[in-house]
C-alpha cells in the first residue's frame, strides 16, 4: 500500500533525445492510474523508470514515502506485468510465481500459501504443473499477474499488459484486471495505447503526448472537459470533431471569442431540420455509412467549405465530419443532411489547440 | 504441395539408395575386413561376407594391440581420445556461454572490440596458428599431456558465435522480469539462461566432439609418447611399418572402434542437436 509520485521526472538519452520532458503527478494509496498516449509518447518509458528498468535523468521518483531513484528495481517493492508476459519458459506456473519470493529467501511453506492463493483467485490451480507454453494466452496472463501478485508488492506496473489477446478476451481480461486490483487495493500505474481500456480502467488517467503530460483527471472530467485539442481527438472513438473556425457559418452561428477551433463529438450531433438555441448546424453531404449494428458512423462533407487531405494518417481530412446516429437506420449516401449540437455539448479551444476556452 | 507419384516417389528413393550406398561401402568394407585373419585380407581376395576372426582381432586390437607397429592398445587410445574429445566439447561450451553472456548482457568499455577479436580468431584455425601454439604449450610443459591435447583446441570463436546469436533472440523482458525478481546476473545466467540453453549446448556438444574426436594434425604433433596417442593417430601407425607387413584386419577393426562413439553422440543426441540449431520456440 503506498502512493507513488513522481516530481518533474526527466528523461534524457545519451544522444541528447529528450523522451520525458518534466512530468508531476501522483497516484494515490489503492489507485488505478492509466498512462494513456500514442506510440513514441513516452508513456513506456516513464513506466519503466518507475519499475527502475530505465534510468531517471531528472527529478524524483517516490515510492511509499521513498525516494527510489537510486533503487534496484527488485529492492522498490514493485511487481511489472509485461506486454509479452516474460514468464520463465522453463518453468512451471507454480515456479513462476514462486521464483522472485524464493529469491528473497522466503520460507517455502509461506511461498506455497501465497502461490495457492493466487491460483485460486485467478483459478490456475489446476495448471500449477504446466509449462507457459502449454497455456492459452489469457491463462500466461494471469500467470504473469500472478507473479505479481505473490510478491503482494506497494504497487503493481502494467505494460500495455492485454496488447497481445484477441479482442474477446481483452475485454475480459480488463474487467478481470479491475475486479483483481479493487480486490487487492493495490496502487497500480497502467500503460495503454488503447483509449478505451484507459477509460475503463483508470482513476486518474494521465494523457500524455510526446513527452509531455497533457492532462491529468478522472477520465469522464477529460471525455467531458478536454484540456486540448490533442486529448480532444485522442480520448473518444470516433474522435471529436475539430473544426477551424475560419468560415462565417460557424463564427456567426457562436458569440465572439478568441476561441480558433470548434470541437463536437460525434455522439453529440442530432440530425434535424430543427433549430436548437444557441446550437451550431452543420449541413453535410453523406460521404460514407458504417453500420455498427447499435450504432451508425455516418461520414460528411461540409457543404461550402473546401475538401483536403488529412494532415497526420489516421486523423479526419479538413472539411469531414462523423455523425453518430443510434440505431442501425442512417441516412444514405449522397444524401444532403443537417447535423445539429447543443450549446452545452461544444468544446472551443484556442487556435493553436492547446487551450481550452469556455463559453 | 508435392505431388505423390509412382514414379517421382521411385527416382527419390533411387537417389537416396545410390547415397547410401556410396558412403556404406567403404564401411561395410572395413568391418568385413575386421573380422578376418591377415592373409585372407593381404591376399587380395577378400570376401564381401564377414568372416569367423571377428572376436579374436577385436580382442586383440583392444586389449593387446598391434604386436609389431602400434605396440598400444587401443582401449588406452580409445579412452585418450574420449578425454580429450569432451575435454575439448565441455571446455568450449563452458568458455563460450560465458563470453556470449558478456558480450550480449554486459555494457562494457570496448565490447565491440572484445567480440570483433573474438570473431577474428575464426580465421584462425590451429592448422595456421601451429608453429606459435606448439611452442607455447611446449613451454607450458604440457607435450604429451592431456591438457595440451585439449586447451589450444577449445579457444576459438564458433562457439561463442552461436550462444551470442540464441541470447540475443531471448527477450529483453525476461532479464527485467528477472531483474524485478530480484535475480542479479549470476542468478539470471543460472536459472534463466543456462536452462533455455540446453539445445543450444547439445548442439555445440555434438560438433565439438567429433571436431575434437578426429582431430589429427594436433595430437601427431604434440604427442611423442604411445601412452598419449589418440586413436586417430593410433590408425596411421599401424598402417606404417617398415619391413613388416601392415596388420589390415587390426587396423580395420581400430577403425570400426573410432568410429562408434561419434555415431552413438549423434544417435543419441539428435533431437537435441536439431533442435539446438533451428529452434525458434521460446
Same mark, same amino acid.
Given at each position: 500500500?503506498?502512493?507513488?509520485?513522481?516530481?518533474?521526472?526527466?528523461?534524457?538519452? =545519451?544522444?541528447?533525445?529528450?523522451?520525458?520532458?518534466?512530468?508531476?503527478?501522483?497516484?494515490?494509496?489503492?489507485?488505478?492510474?492509466?498512462?494513456?498516449?500514442?506510440? %513514441?509518447?513516452?508513456?513506456?518509458?516513464?513506466?519503466?523508470?518507475?519499475? %527502475?528498468?530505465?534510468?531517471?535523468?531528472?527529478?524524483?521518483?517516490?515510492?511509499?514515502?521513498?525516494?527510489?531513484?537510486?533503487?534496484?528495481?527488485?529492492?522498490?517493492?514493485?511487481?511489472?506485468?509485461?506486454?509479452?508476459?516474460?514468464?520463465?519458459?522453463?518453468?512451471?506456473?507454480?515456479?513462476?510465481?514462486?521464483?522472485?519470493?524464493?529469491?528473497?529467501?522466503?520460507?517455502?511453506?509461506?511461498?506455497?500459501?501465497?502461490?495457492?492463493?493466487?491460483?485460486?483467485?485467478?483459478?490456475?490451480?489446476?495448471?500449477?504443473?504446466?509449462?507457459?507454453? !502449454?497455456?492459452? %494466452?489469457? !491463462?500466461? !496472463?494471469?500467470?504473469?499477474?500472478?507473479?505479481?501478485?505473490?510478491? !503482494?508488492?506497494?504497487?503493481?506496473?502494467?505494460?500495455?499488459?492485454?496488447?497481445?489477446?484477441?479482442?474477446?478476451?481483452?475485454?475480459?481480461?480488463?474487467?478481470?484486471?479491475?475486479?483483481?486490483?479493487?480486490?487487492?487495493?493495490?496502487?497500480?500505474?497502467?500503460?495503454?495505447?488503447?483509449?478505451?481500456?484507459?477509460?475503463?480502467?483508470?482513476?486518474?488517467?494521465?494523457?500524455?503526448?510526446?513527452?509531455?503530460?497533457?492532462?491529468?483527471?478522472?477520465?469522464?472530467?477529460?471525455?467531458?472537459? =478536454?484540456?486540448?485539442?490533442?486529448?480532444?481527438?485522442?480520448?473518444?472513438?470516433?474522435?471529436?470533431?475539430?473544426?477551424?473556425?475560419?468560415?462565417?457559418?460557424?463564427?456567426?452561428?457562436?458569440?465572439?471569442?478568441?476561441?480558433?477551433?470548434?470541437?463536437?463529438?460525434?455522439?453529440?450531433?442530432?440530425?434535424?431540420?430543427?433549430?436548437?438555441?444557441?446550437?451550431?448546424?452543420?449541413?453535410?453531404?453523406?460521404?460514407?455509412?458504417?453500420?455498427?449494428?447499435?450504432?451508425?458512423?455516418?461520414?460528411?462533407?461540409?457543404?461550402?467549405?473546401?475538401?483536403?487531405?488529412?494532415?497526420?494518417? %489516421?486523423?479526419?481530412?479538413?472539411?469531414?465530419?462523423?455523425?453518430?446516429?443510434?440505431?442501425?437506420?442512417?441516412?444514405?449516401?449522397?444524401?444532403?443532411?443537417?447535423?445539429?449540437?447543443?450549446?452545452?455539448?461544444?468544446?472551443?479551444?484556442?487556435?493553436?489547440?492547446?487551450?481550452?476556452?469556455?463559453? | 504441395?508435392?505431388?505423390?507419384?509412382?514414379? #517421382?516417389?521411385?527416382?527419390? &528413393?533411387?537417389?537416396?539408395?545410390?547415397?547410401?550406398?556410396?558412403?556404406?561401402?567403404?564401411?561395410?568394407?572395413?568391418?568385413?575386413? #575386421?573380422?578376418?585373419?591377415?592373409?585372407?585380407?593381404?591376399?587380395?581376395?577378400?570376401?564381401?561376407?564377414?568372416?569367423?576372426?571377428?572376436?579374436?582381432? &577385436?580382442?586383440?586390437?583392444?586389449?593387446?594391440?598391434?604386436? *609389431?607397429?602400434?605396440?598400444?592398445?587401443?582401449?588406452?587410445?580409445?579412452?585418450?581420445?574420449?578425454?580429450?574429445?569432451?575435454?575439448?566439447?565441455?571446455?568450449?561450451?563452458?568458455?563460450?556461454?560465458?563470453?556470449? &553472456?558478456?558480450?550480449?548482457?554486459?555494457?562494457?568499455?570496448? *565490447?565491440?572490440?572484445?567480440?570483433?577479436?573474438?570473431?577474428?580468431?575464426?580465421?584462425?584455425?590451429?592448422?595456421? *596458428? +601451429?608453429?606459435?601454439?606448439?611452442?607455447?604449450?611446449?613451454?607450458?610443459?604440457?607435450?604429451?599431456?592431456?591438457?595440451?591435447?585439449?586447451?589450444?583446441?577449445?579457444?576459438?570463436?564458433?562457439?561463442?558465435?552461436?550462444?551470442?546469436?540464441?541470447?540475443?533472440?531471448?527477450?529483453?523482458?525476461?532479464?527485467?522480469?528477472?531483474? +524485478?525478481?530480484?535475480?542479479?546476473?549470476?542468478?539470471?545466467?543460472?536459472?534463466?539462461?543456462?536452462?533455455?540453453?540446453?539445445?543450444?549446448?547439445?548442439?555445440?556438444?555434438?560438433?565439438?566432439?567429433?571436431?575434437?574426436?578426429?582431430? &589429427?594434425?594436433?595430437?601427431?604433433?604434440?604427442?611423442?609418447?604411445?601412452?598419449?596417442?589418440?586413436?586417430?593417430?593410433?590408425?596411421?601407425?599401424?598402417?606404417?611399418?617398415?619391413?613388416?607387413?601392415?596388420?589390415?584386419?587390426?587396423?580395420?577393426?581400430?577403425?570400426?572402434?573410432?568410429?562408434?562413439?561419434?555415431?552413438?553422440?549423434? +544417435?543419441?543426441?539428435?533431437?537435441?542437436?536439431? *533442435?539446438?540449431?533451428?529452434?525458434?520456440?521460446?
Amino acid at each position: 500500500m503506498a502512493n507513488v509520485t513522481l516530481r518533474n521526472v526527466r528523461k534524457t538519452y =545519451p544522444g541528447g533525445f529528450e523522451a520525458i520532458k518534466g512530468i508531476d503527478f501522483e497516484v494515490g494509496d489503492g489507485q488505478f492510474c492509466v498512462l494513456v498516449g500514442p506510440s %513514441g509518447c513516452g508513456k513506456s518509458t516513464l513506466l519503466r523508470m518507475v519499475a %527502475g528498468l530505465e534510468t531517471i535523468t531528472g527529478g524524483q521518483i517516490d515510492i511509499g514515502g521513498r525516494v527510489v531513484n537510486e533503487v534496484e528495481p527488485a529492492d522498490r517493492d514493485i511487481a511489472m506485468v509485461f506486454q509479452n508476459y516474460a514468464l520463465y519458459p522453463h518453468m512451471s506456473v507454480y515456479n513462476n510465481m514462486a521464483y522472485g519470493l524464493r529469491n528473497r529467501g522466503m520460507a517455502e511453506a509461506e511461498i506455497k500459501t501465497r502461490v495457492s492463493e493466487a491460483a485460486r483467485i485467478l483459478e490456475l490451480s489446476t495448471m500449477l504443473e504446466r509449462k507457459p507454453r !502449454q497455456l492459452s %494466452g489469457g !491463462q500466461r !496472463q494471469r500467470v504473469a499477474m500472478g507473479r505479481a501478485i505473490v510478491r !503482494q508488492p506497494k504497487a503493481f506496473l502494467f505494460d500495455e499488459p492485454l496488447s497481445n489477446l484477441d479482442a474477446k478476451l481483452r475485454i475480459a481480461m480488463r474487467v478481470e484486471i479491475r475486479k483483481l486490483q479493487r480486490r487487492l487495493s493495490t496502487t497500480s500505474i497502467y500503460v495503454t495505447h488503447d483509449q478505451l481500456e484507459a477509460m475503463t480502467l483508470a482513476d486518474i488517467l494521465v494523457v500524455m503526448n510526446a513527452g509531455v503530460v497533457e492532462q491529468i483527471g478522472n477520465p469522464l472530467d477529460i471525455y467531458q472537459k =478536454p484540456a486540448t485539442t490533442f486529448v480532444a481527438s485522442f480520448i473518444g472513438a470516433p474522435p471529436m470533431n475539430l473544426m477551424p473556425l475560419q468560415s462565417d457559418e460557424l463564427k456567426s452561428q457562436l458569440p465572439a471569442s478568441e476561441a480558433g477551433i470548434l470541437g463536437i463529438r460525434p455522439e453529440d450531433f442530432v440530425i434535424t431540420n430543427e433549430n436548437v438555441a444557441g446550437g451550431v448546424a452543420l449541413g453535410l453531404t453523406v460521404e460514407a455509412i458504417e453500420k455498427v449494428g447499435a450504432e451508425t458512423f455516418v461520414y460528411g462533407s461540409r457543404q461550402n467549405v473546401a475538401q483536403g487531405v488529412a494532415a497526420n494518417p %489516421g486523423d479526419l481530412p479538413p472539411g469531414e465530419v462523423i455523425v453518430r446516429v443510434p440505431g442501425a437506420v442512417g441516412p444514405a449516401i449522397g444524401e444532403r443532411i443537417r447535423a445539429v449540437a447543443a450549446r452545452d455539448k461544444l468544446h472551443l479551444f484556442s487556435a493553436d489547440g492547446r487551450k481550452r476556452v469556455e463559453i | 504441395m508435392v505431388e505423390h507419384r509412382p514414379l #517421382s516417389d521411385f527416382i527419390a &528413393y533411387a537417389i537416396l539408395t545410390l547415397g547410401i550406398l556410396i558412403v556404406a561401402f567403404p564401411v561395410w568394407l572395413a568391418f568385413v575386413a #575386421s573380422t578376418h585373419d591377415a592373409a585372407t585380407v593381404v591376399g587380395g581376395h577378400m570376401p564381401a561376407t564377414p568372416g569367423s576372426q571377428a572376436l579374436e582381432n &577385436y580382442y586383440r586390437a583392444v586389449f593387446v594391440g598391434g604386436s *609389431r607397429t602400434s605396440r598400444e592398445p587401443v582401449a588406452n587410445m580409445l579412452i585418450n581420445s574420449f578425454v580429450s574429445a569432451i575435454g575439448i566439447a565441455l571446455g568450449k561450451i563452458f568458455i563460450s556461454i560465458l563470453s556470449a &553472456y558478456a558480450v550480449v548482457y554486459f555494457r562494457f568499455p570496448f *565490447r565491440k572490440t572484445a567480440f570483433w577479436i573474438i570473431f577474428i580468431t575464426l580465421m584462425l584455425p590451429v592448422e595456421v *596458428r +601451429i608453429y606459435p601454439t606448439y611452442k607455447v604449450v611446449a613451454d607450458l610443459k604440457m607435450l604429451d599431456t592431456y591438457a595440451g591435447l585439449v586447451l589450444p583446441l577449445i579457444a576459438s570463436a564458433t562457439g561463442t558465435l552461436l550462444f551470442r546469436q540464441f541470447f540475443m533472440t531471448v527477450p529483453d523482458e525476461l532479464l527485467e522480469a528477472s531483474r +524485478i525478481d530480484g535475480a542479479g546476473p549470476f542468478r539470471f545466467f543460472k536459472d534463466t539462461l543456462l536452462p533455455l540453453s540446453v539445445t543450444t549446448m547439445a548442439a555445440l556438444f555434438v560438433i565439438q566432439f567429433i571436431y575434437g574426436w578426429n582431430q &589429427y594434425l594436433w595430437p601427431l604433433l604434440i604427442t611423442t609418447k604411445d601412452s598419449m596417442q589418440t586413436i586417430v593417430i593410433g590408425i596411421k601407425k599401424m598402417l606404417v611399418s617398415q619391413d613388416e607387413l601392415a596388420e589390415w584386419q587390426l587396423a580395420m577393426a581400430t577403425a570400426v572402434l573410432a568410429m562408434l562413439p561419434p555415431v552413438a553422440v549423434v +544417435i543419441f543426441m539428435q533431437r537435441l542437436f536439431v *533442435r539446438g540449431l533451428v529452434q525458434t520456440e521460446k
